[in-house]
């Protein structure tokens, strides 16, 4: 009795899953209808400064689109991909609309998860879609459909404090080796050279990325096969080790993001290889710095290519208002708009806004976004292809490993490179 | 151990419990420039983290894990319950109703979540306090039964026996004669459910964060993609901590003298 | 028809129904996955493929490295609560002054979410900016808790400063109902304090020790927060466990296929070494 | 007050058989004892009349009702249990209330019959104190009490004294056979202990392996033991028994020889009990053997005795022949001819 009760229950609940998982495959979105678009999105955010802004923006929207009601529910990073893949397999959505970190874009693409957004982008008005910087479109674009408008970047540059270059005599790094001997000359007792996230994972590879394009190396080539093993990267591993041995602070092995800016952030080191976007915060006069505000400055990583990271807006196909979310992405990603949006403190995705005089004098200066802009010219992500996300925690584990001294850089960098090989061909 | 040793071995312990949260009362005092070094005295204090956290919807989702406690253990208390008799009683299910207890409190949150989300999709419960509530069950229901049976099979066959006799049938003697015997016993598996659907962080997380936000996602969303805010955070770790603990010396002695009920048998 | 169903079976059918509800359904649902490759990415390619994901596991060195370290963790782990615990429960047992308070107080690290707690000594124990190093700093001491050496039993530290308390309350709940008879005879006997513990007090005490060890193993298997909250699994793989490796593989990776299976082969182990020791157990008992 | 009637009863636990097949009447305002060693089936038939548990086969009648399905609290029979059972969570009045109050009965009339039984057993001062307050047999008297106030159809006692000091079950044993007086009771009375058994019943019932040994008045079953086992077990010391031969009224063992009231000749047990040995004269001597031990227990002293084949013997000497009796010397000792008991060789059987 009990046995055959659980049973059925169990048996009905799997044919209602059935049934709710196969919904949404029908719907093959492409043109945007004409008329005023109308309904209700939904959309799922990340809960950063950058969400805020854009929320800041949905009155002026409200205004454009009365018909249009955009609810935004923001979250912490950890739980958003759960919650858009739950979505995703639901017949009914949670979200009409959602944000996609870049490791995720390729993934939800082909697995069939989001709306084409090609058609929509060329009938759209002055929408200038050259504009996006082009590693950003890069990212949204998979096996040549574009599935994703830039939302917002997170390329890394060097965050360095311009007081303490100033009096040791020193300029920004533009190769490793003189990262390596800023650190060492700016390490001090009290104060470390640079601080580091060798956190095992996304955190160091996102570091060390930058790193091994500076050494001359790269992640992929054009035909997106790995090609970590090589000599650039043993080079940039070890550089790597000798400057986190020699100028990190002490024992900061499992460090992330949030260590290495309360460091800076703290007078405990000196500079750090960081989001670019975190330079106006840590110059802002009631920002986390307190009395070190306006003594930063940011700068290219050494050599010039830094590893990039972004957010683009999306529309699932299940969504259940792709025209009033495709009006609102349109509204929000417009020239106007994003100019906009940089002004109150956004990331800057388009070549326009980092360059429109407007900008630099009520956002953060010149210097600021011609940097973003050179930073963003040939950043790349740290991974394209499939499994990205397992991708970059294969190479990450390596790369801790390697730091901790588990592993010889040797190894370190031939079981990274085949362990990334192998996830992209799973 | 001699007295003095006890003494100074108490002493250590509770040093070693106490330190971690003054240093929480500590932070939660400091702005986020304080903040940078965490473990400096010398700082201005703020009531911004306070009056964040206040008004930031943590005292809201305490409420709410409240809720989902409560409900989660009435379910189980009386699920389990009721099983745990039978179990202990009747040997009812045999080896695989025991085998099955032990197996769902193995069980990795990670896997179940999964199709419990798609249940749950299914049954329109989603991003509901229901949900959580359900998904609590899967862990609480299993160690309160595992707490029950032991404090049953403490209870004298005789006294539900004399109870048959004196007039009642099966459920009267099991109401009016077993369960007071395990009252005690009951409230210490009550308080222990409590506290692990207190603690969930990773089903309330999936299943039901936005709108129905427990007290465990709301702490941990302050630990965010641009750092910890340790700050709000070590409020709202107080926010959680400190009507438990309150609620824990009233009740302390009720729950080790209702463990000592004789409940812990294997 | 109801009278007919023999009285066990219907006092059973509340939990039988609720566990069949919120548990049958996912569990069997996850038993299937994990024969199949299902990957929430590719869910049209989803098919059958019987143990493969489970004889995979065999040469996936961080899996078994992690199934290394969660036993590490939680061996470690729980006899060190055992013992500080034991040892904890018979002070408060004699103790007198401020009774109330100190035991409602030593209780209190329990009802912290663990992920707080983990975030908590992840800055605690913080080289830098950490008040625990500067402390040992000024006895000249420096310790990289979280370094390829000690990062594991930074964790089993943290677990044990969580989840000491919880030993705490069942062992004081059963030194408290300790009959006295034996304790009295042991001391008409003349044994020390040493010899009355060692041969009374703890096979006296043998069977809360079992629930209550059996009790915080179970959950301890399930060490996620920590791990996820400080070092994500490293340096290298000193801190992969497997419940965080379940959680990467099937949440992060989304492949649930082999995250479930992941999931059952500790499941298989774990259980297996309960029955085993139960058997014994309940041998020794009778 | 009703007879309880038995017929066929049988329990099966698997494949083990506890009761088989047993009939049995217990007579109206009677004590029946069931008694026998742990295991011989008095606790499980006591349990079936008391619908505690199922029944195999067979029917129990109360009164003229049948009530072998009916639910325990149908049967209307009052039970006290060895551990007495008593609601530790209630008062000794909330205890000795609470089957009256199962059957709604008004509130006065509670109280009335609570405090009548109560003062019948003198624990009116204990009223209000529970359990855990009261002495084991201060319990008992709880315990006995609300079986009075239900005025039941029968009493069922299972082992209720066996967990009491030996002065205290002495006493308890006088009470309850005083009020079974006053209220002219039927009980069904479990015990181990033969004692216990012979100094209340009116009928008693020894019980081995599942099935009924002997039935009979308590100086009945003592004087005429219906098998060896029966002999043994009832009466303290045990009864001496010796293996030997009988033919031509003769019973033969090793040096002993005694005339027995028996024409069929072949193997046979003679049952002697201790106080039917007695030290003698030389020439009436029926054996002789060595004094190993004497316990003095004031009007008399058990002597434990070894022949020279090494079977030991006890005997129950009264207090002023115990003089001659020293220990350590080989003395002779007579079996009186009037109180033999024969066996057949196996035991199972009484031969005369």
């Given amino acids: 009795m009990r046995r055959l009760l659980a049973l059925s229950v169990a048996l009905l609940a799997l044919a209602l899953a059935v049934a709710g998982c196969g919904g949404g495959d029908d719907d093959s979105g492409g043109t945007a209808t004409g008329g005023t678009p109308s309904g209700t999105v939904r959309v799922i955010m990340e809960e950063v400064p950058d969400t805020d802004i854009v929320k800041s923006l949905l009155p002026e929207f409200q205004k454009e689109f009365p018909d249009v009601d955009v609810q935004v529910e923001a979250l912490p990073y950890d739980q958003m991909r759960d919650r858009i893949v739950s979505s995703f397999l639901a017949s009914d959505p949670t979200y009409d609309m959602i944000v996609v970190d870049n490791p995720w874009m390729y993934d939800f693409a082909k697995g069939d998860f989001l709306l084409p957004l090609d058609d929509r982008i060329t009938a759209a008005q002055d929408f200038d879609h050259e504009d996006f910087a082009q590693p950003l479109r890069d990212i949204a674009e998979v096996d040549g459909a574009t599935y994703g408008v830039p939302f917002y970047n997170y390329a890394l540059g060097l965050i360095y404090r311009k007081d303490l270059y100033a009096q040791a005599g020193l300029t920004p790094p533009t190769t490793l080796a003189e990262l390596k001997a800023a650190a060492a000359k700016l390490n001090t007792g009290g104060r470390a050279g640079i601080a580091m996230q060798p956190q095992k994972g996304y955190k160091i590879f996102e570091e060390w990325g930058n790193y091994l394009f500076g050494a001359g190396g790269a992640i992929q080539d054009a035909d997106n096969a790995v090609v970590l093993d090589s000599p650039e990267a043993r080079t940039a591993l070890q550089e790597y080790i000798d400057i986190y041995k020699a100028s990190a602070p002490k024992n900061s092995l499992n460090w992330a993001f949030d260590e290495s800016l309360r460091a800076v952030a703290g007078d405990k080191a000196a500079q750090m290889i960081s989001y670019n976007w975190m330079l106006p915060t840590l110059n802002k006069a009631d920002g986390p710095a307190g009395k070190l505000a306006g003594k930063f400055a940011l700068a290219e990583v050494p050599g010039g290519k830094s590893i990039l990271g972004s957010w683009s807006w999306a529309i699932p196909k299940n969504s259940a208002s792709p025209d009033a979310a495709w009006a609102f992405i349109a509204w929000v990603t417009s020239k106007q708009h994003e100019k906009e949006r940089v002004i109150a403190g956004g990331a800057p995705v388009r070549a326009s806004a980092m360059s429109d005089p407007e900008v630099w004098e009520q956002g953060f200066g010149e210097d600021y976004y011609t940097t973003v802009a050179s930073i963003l010219e040939d950043a790349a992500p740290l991974a394209d292809g499939p499994n990205a996300e397992e991708m970059i925690n294969v190479v990450g584990e390596d790369l801790n490993a390697a730091v901790a001294g588990q592993e010889s850089v040797d190894d370190a960098i031939s079981s990274a490179a085949s362990g990334a090989q192998e996830t992209l061909d799973k | ?266 | 028809m109801l009278r007919r169903i023999p009285i066990g079976y219907r006092f059973l059918t509340p939990l039988a129904v609720v566990f069949a509800a919120v548990f049958a359904y996912p569990f069997v649902y996850s038993l299937w996955l994990s024969l199949t490759n299902y990957t929430i990415t590719r869910r049209n390619e989803t098919r059958f493929v019987g143990i493969d994901q489970y004889t995979g596991l065999l040469d996936n060195d961080t899996y078994r490295q992690a199934l290394v370290n969660t036993f590490v963790f939680v061996l470690l782990a729980v006899s060190l609560e055992l013992l500080l615990g034991l040892a904890l429960a018979l002070c408060l047992q004699r103790q007198r002054w401020a009774r109330n308070v100190t035991r409602a107080f030593l209780l209190a690290p329990m009802f912290v979410t663990p992920i707080a707690v983990g975030l908590m000594f992840r800055f605690l124990l913080n080289q830098q900016i950490g008040v625990i190093p500067e402390i040992l700093g000024t006895f000249g001491l420096e310790i990289d808790f979280f370094g390829p050496d000690l990062a594991l039993f930074s964790m089993v530290a943290i677990d044990v400063w969580q989840w000491t308390p919880f030993m705490v309350l069942l062992l004081l709940a059963g030194l408290e109902s300790l009959p006295k008879q034996p304790f009295e005879a042991a001391r008409v006997d003349g044994a020390s304090r040493w010899l009355t513990f060692r041969s009374v007090t703890l096979p006296l005490l043998k069977p809360v020790i079992v629930v209550a060890v059996l009790l915080r193993a179970l959950d301890a298997f399930k060490v996620f927060e920590y791990v996820f909250a400080i070092t994500r699994g490293g340096p290298g793989t000193a801190t992969e466990t497997i419940q965080y490796q379940v959680y990467r593989t099937g949440i992060g990776f989304f492949r649930l296929g082999e995250a479930a299976a992941m999931a059952f082969v500790l499941v298989a182990v774990v259980l297996t070494i309960v029955v085993v020791l139960f058997r014994r157990l309940m041998r020794e008992a009778t | 007050m009703a007879e309880i009637r038995v017929e066929a009863l049988r329990k099966r636990f698997g494949e083990v058989t506890a009761v088989d097949d047993i009939d049995l009447v217990i007579a109206d305002g009677g004590i029946t004892v069931l008694v026998g060693p742990s295991g011989c089936g008095k606790t499980t038939t006591l349990r079936m009349i008391a619908g505690l548990e199922d029944v195999t086969g067979g029917r129990i009648l109360i009164g003229e009702r049948d009530v072998t399905s009916a639910e325990p609290k149908d049967r209307d029979l009052a039970m006290v249990f060895q551990n007495y059972a008593l609601y530790p969570h209630m008062t000794a009045f909330q205890n000795m209330a609470f089957a009256l109050k199962a059957r709604d009965t008004p509130h006065d009339e509670i109280r009335d019959r609570v405090m009548h039984a109560a003062e019948l057993l003198g624990i009116t001062d204990l009223l209000e104190r529970r359990p855990k307050a009261l002495s084991g047999g201060q319990q008992q008297r709880v315990a006995i009490g609300r079986a009075i106030v239900r005025q039941p159809a029968a009493f069922l006692f299972d082992e209720p004294l066996s967990n009491l000091d030996a002065k205290l079950r002495v006493e308890m044993r006088t009470e309850i056979l005083k009020l079974q007086k006053e209220l002219n009771a039927t009980i069904l009375y479990v015990t181990h202990d033969q004692e216990e058994a012979m100094t209340l019943a009116d009928e008693m019932v020894v019980m081995r392996a599942g099935a009924i040994a002997q039935q009979g008045p308590p100086r009945v079953v003592y004087a005429e033991p219906a098998s060896e086992f029966v002999g043994g077990f009832v009466g303290s010391p045990p009864m001496n028994v010796i293996a030997g031969e009988a033919s031509g009224g003769v019973f033969r063992a090793e040096g002993l020889e005694v005339p027995v009231p028996l024409t069929a000749a072949g193997p046979a047990r003679l049952g002697v009990r201790p106080e039917h040995l007695r030290p003698s004269g030389p020439g009436e001597a029926t054996l002789t053997a060595d004094v190993e031990v004497i316990e003095f227990l004031g009007s008399s002293g058990i002597v434990s005795l070894r022949r020279g084949n090494g079977d030991s013997l006890k005997a129950l000497v009264p207090a002023d022949a115990l003089e001659s009796v020293l220990p350590g010397a080989a003395c002779p000792f007579r079996i009186d001819p009037g109180h033999l008991h024969l066996f057949s060789a196996d035991g199972s059987a009484r031969l005369h």
Avoid: C
């Avoid at chain 2, 077993?178 to 692990?196: N, W």
């Fill in chain 2, 1 to 266: 151990m001699s007295r003095p040793l006890r003494a100074l071995f108490l002493v250590i312990a509770v040093v070693a419990v106490a330190f971690p949260f003054a240093w929480v009362v500590l932070i939660s005092f400091k702005s986020r420039v304080d903040l940078n070094d965490p473990s400096s005295l010398s700082f201005t204090p703020t009531s911004a983290n306070w009056s964040e956290v206040l008004h930031g919807g943590v005292l809201e989702a305490a409420l709410r894990s409240v809720e989902v406690g409560l409900a989660t253990v009435s379910v189980s208390l009386v699920a389990g319950t009721l099983g745990a008799y039978a179990i202990s009683r009747f040997k009812a299910g045999g080896g695989p109703a025991r085998f099955g207890i032990l197996l769902a409190q193995l069980m990795p949150p990670a896997v179940l979540v999964v199709p419990l989300f798609i249940l749950f999709f299914n049954w329109n419960l989603r991003d509901t306090i229901w949900a959580v509530i359900a998904a609590h069950l899967t862990f609480v229901l299993p160690v309160v039964t595992w707490f029950m049976i032991g404090f049953f099979d403490a209870v004298p066959r005789e006294l539900e026996e004399q109870a048959m006799i004196d007039g009642y049938g099966r459920f009267g003697a099991f109401r009016r004669v077993v369960l007071p015997q395990v009252l005690p016993g009951l409230g210490a598996a009550a308080i222990f459910g409590f506290v692990l659907s207190w603690n969930d962080l990773f089903y309330a997380l999936i299943l039901a964060g936005g709108n129905a936000e427990t007290l465990p996602v709301a702490i941990s969303s302050y630990n965010t993609f641009r750092g910890v805010e340790l700050g709000a955070m070590s409020a709202a770790i107080l926010v959680s901590v400190v009507p438990v603990l309150i609620a824990s010396f009233f009740v302390q002695k009720r729950l080790v003298r209702g463990i000592s009920g004789g409940g812990l048998k294997y």
